[in-house]
């Protein structure tokens, strides 16, 4: 397992990693879901890194709305 700093800058270079590991990452709303990691983040889209989060998720969670949201692209 790879040994990421989720919170520390540059944001966008955490994203990269978390790509690197999951390709089949979906976006909506701001939410960026890595489905084969288990986990989802928001606020890393935007400058304001008041709302960083990161949530752990079983792997069937999200699959229903999967099928709304669009593949996610840096």
Do not use: C
């Amino acid at each position: 397992m790879e040994n990421i700093q989720i919170f520390s800058p540059p944001k966008r270079s955490r994203l990269v990693e978390l790509l690197n590991l999951d390709k089949d990452a979906y976006e909506d709303v701001g939410i960026i879901v890595f489905k084969n990691l288990g986990i989802s983040v928001t606020g890393f889209e935007h400058s304001d890194d008041d709302d960083l989060a990161i949530s752990a998720f079983s792997r069937v969670h999200w699959d229903e709305d999967l099928e709304a949201m669009r593949a996610y692209q840096l």
